[in-house]
C-alpha cells in the first residue's frame, strides 16, 4: 500500500506541475499576443513618422528655394536700383 501512496503522491506532484507549466504556457500567449499587437503599431507609427520626415524634408528643401529665388530677386531688384540711380530716375 505505501508504494501506491508514493505514486499517487509522485502523480498528484507532477499534475501541479503540468498545471504550472500550462499556466506559464498561457501567460507567456497572452504576452506575445500583446507583442505583435505592439510590434504592429509600433510598426504603423514608424511608417508616419516615416512620411512626416519625408514630407518634413520635402518642405525644407522647398524653403531653401524659395530663400534663394528672394536672394536672387533682391540682387536684381539692388541692380534695378543702381541702374536708375546712374540714369537719374
Known amino acids: 500500500m505505501s508504494t501506491h501512496a508514493v505514486d499517487v503522491e509522485s502523480i498528484e506532484r507532477l499534475t501541479d506541475k503540468i498545471r504550472d507549466l ?16 505592439d510590434n504592429l503599431r509600433l510598426s504603423h507609427e514608424v511608417k508616419d513618422l516615416k ?36 540714369i537719374g530716375i
Open 22 to 37: 500550462i499556466a506559464v504556457l498561457e501567460r507567456t500567449r497572452g504576452e506575445l499576443s500583446q507583442t505583435i499587437e
Open 51 to 86: 512620411a512626416q520626415l519625408s514630407s518634413a524634408e520635402d518642405t525644407s528643401a522647398e524653403i531653401a528655394n524659395l530663400l534663394d529665388e528672394r536672394e536672387q530677386i533682391r540682387t536684381r531688384v539692388t541692380a534695378m536700383l543702381e541702374q536708375l540711380e546712374e
